[in-house]
């Protein structure tokens, strides 16, 4: 371990033999015993995640085998060689960053430079990181060289990402392979630095930072290096506000609230997230992972050894677990995960990310939560079969009036399976008091749902921004000259077809499907991305959201 202050932890603590590396004992066996035995290869492909000791053991291989006093196999890191290479003085042994320098002339000087022998060691050792950012010709120059090197010449590629070096490449070298570190091994390294350092941090602190690490020691470390600048002890809280990440008490809340249908809190959290410049798509990952967590406390008799938080966190957890079934921590879930996936298509993830906690928060916390039903479709408000009162033109009961069923988003009354959906959609075929609009609308919507039930969100997405409009048997897809794009997937016969199909399905009877270009829909034509805008709208005047929108958007009348 180097004792200079100057250097990054991570630099300090980089391993100086092979007892010294982590989790690795399929690579450090095989090359410990080649030192050893004094028989090698002349070229090695280390391969692995960042951060998990590759170009760690390689250093340590080429100072072991030009070692002048080798111990076991291990460099006694004492010898002026030693020395020399632990400084980075030792011109014998190179390390080359392919990322900087991959071009074909860059390699022709190394091979240029490989017939001469070595100035101070046995072996010219050359250490070639992330290799797969050579370039084919850079490959090619070095081909030859590693069928035929010098005797005094040994080459060490590292990569994390093997498949993108060819196989000629592979198949002249000695592949090992580097698994990434498992949460107990990187625990026990950073408590072992933490002791060293005389830092005071809890145990849960230092699982979350192995967990962040994703298998990474030197993620890990470079964490902990982090850390260390924080006064007093370090918790698990601070190693996640460090990184980014959500406290478990925020989460607990935003879960609580989805649950038990408190708009303000999920309204006010959002604004706090955002305010914080937090990244919101990482926050519904982290919130996903909390209601993975709770159903863990669901389901299992001990979750404290599946779950890696702190005894308080875990208190309220199952607390919140006792509240709700399996079933609804299960749907939220899944809804998070469409959620998540629809945020990548957003022009505005934080209009969407509200709408979408909302819209969940109604479904499944608007109602008593054992007794909730698992919608397994975007629920449809029933429609009443009373004729609505007259109303005035131009009031303002008039101008609610227009809001379609689609609105009712937040204020659902009892969320229905596809069957309900389905069987509800036939039904109102003969409700007189439906709108013919409306009607063809509430069809679109549960046609749009289930298309994204079958995993086609791109079609999904395509096929939102038509114009629908309905005679007879003969359904309408109208897209406007600004939207060629969307008319040429929809407008390609698998695309017809699957909406066809969805279509027909839906309402029970055989219909046909048409898609069109033109600038003007029929009078008679609704739009998805208009119940859209209305939802929006609905919402932001509900919580006194200033939003300014174009009355021509309500009225569809604007493209």
């Known amino acids: 371990m180097s004792t200079s202050e100057n250097l990054a932890l991570y630099r300090q603590w980089r391993p ?53 006093n080798p111990d076991d196999g291990n460099p006694c890191n004492k010898c002026e060689i030693c020395l020399a290479a632990n400084k980075g003085s030792l011109m014998d042994i190179q390390e080359i960053d392919a990322a900087s320098n991959n071009g074909v002339d860059d390699v022709r000087r190394l091979t240029s430079e490989i017939i001469f022998a070595p100035v101070l060691a046995h072996y010219k050792v050359y250490i070639i990181d992330e290799v797969h950012m050579l370039s084919q010709q850079a490959f090619n120059a070095l081909l030859k060289t590693l069928e035929e090197p010098p005797a005094h010449a040994v080459f060490i590629l590292a990569t994390t990402e093997p498949h993108r070096i060819p196989a000629t490449i592979v198949s002249r070298c000695q592949h090992y392979e580097f698994r990434r570190i498992n949460l107990h091994d990187i625990v026990q390294r950073l408590r072992l630095i933490s002791n060293e350092l005389a830092l005071s941090i809890s145990d849960d602190a230092l699982s979350v930072i192995a967990q962040l690490a994703n298998g990474g020691m030197r993620d890990a470390i470079s964490l902990l290096d982090q850390l260390r600048q924080l006064p007093g002890e370090i918790s698990r809280d601070d ?18 609230a989805i649950l038990n249908y408190d708009a303000d809190t999920l309204l006010t959290s959002i604004q706090e997230l955002v305010m914080s410049g937090r990244d919101l798509t990482r926050f519904l990952l982290d919130l996903s ?20 938080m702190t005894s308080a966190g875990l208190t309220l957890l199952k607390e919140l677990a006792d509240q709700v079934s399996t079933d609804l921590i299960s749907e939220s879930i899944a809804s998070l995960a469409r959620l998540n996936s629809e945020l ?30 698992v919608a397994a479709a975007t629920p449809v408000r029933p429609v009443s079969a009373e004729k609505p009162p007259e ?20 204020e659902a009354e009892s969320p229905q399976t596809t069957e309900q959906v389905d069987s509800s959609l036939k039904e109102e075929k003969s409700d007189s008091a439906l709108s013919y609009e409306d009607e063809t609308l509430r069809i679109w919507q549960a046609v749009l749902e289930a298309i994204k ?25 109208a897209f406007d000259h600004s939207l060629k794009g969307q008319y040429a997937c929809i407008s390609e016969a698998e695309s017809r077809e699957t909406i066809r199909r969805i279509l027909a399905d839906k309402l029970g009877e055989s219909v046909q499907l048409e898609v069109v270009l033109e600038d003007e829909a029929g009078a008679d ?22 939003l300014h929108i174009d009355e021509e958007l309500l009225k569809g009348g604007s493209k």
């Open 453 to 477: 039930e079958e995993h086609l969100m791109d079609l999904s997405l395509m096929a939102r921004p038509a114009r629908v409009s309905r005679k007879e048997k003969v359904w309408t897809l």
């Open 391 to 410: 109303v005035k033109a131009g009031s303002r009961q008039e101008t609610a009036g227009r809001q379609r069923p689609g609105e009712e988003i937040v």
């Open 239 to 256: 190693v996640l506000q460090m990184a980014g990440r959500v406290p478990d008490q925020f989460l607990h809340a935003v879960a609580a």
């Open 344 to 373: 990548r298509f957003s022009p505005d993830i934080r209009t969407s990310l509200e709408i979408g906690l909302l819209a969940l928060a109604a479904r499944l916390g608007g109602h008593p939560v054992e007794s909730v039903a």
């Open 16 to 68: 100086q033999n092979f007892r010294d590396v982590v989790a690795q004992e399929q690579v450090v066996y095989p090359l410990q015993q080649s030192v050893r035995n004094g028989r090698f290869a002349h070229a090695f492909l280390f391969s692995g995640s960042r951060g998990t000791g590759k170009t760690s053991v390689a250093k340590i291989f080429a100072k072991a085998v030009n070692c002048l």
């Open 289 to 308: 992972a909390y209601m993975r967590n709770l159903l863990i406390a669901k389901v299992s008799r001990d979750p404290a050894e599946l779950i890696q």
């Open 525 to 546: 034509a609704v739009s998805a991305e208009e119940d859209w805008v209305l939802k929006l709208k609905r919402i932001t005047d509900k919580r006194s959201i200033p």
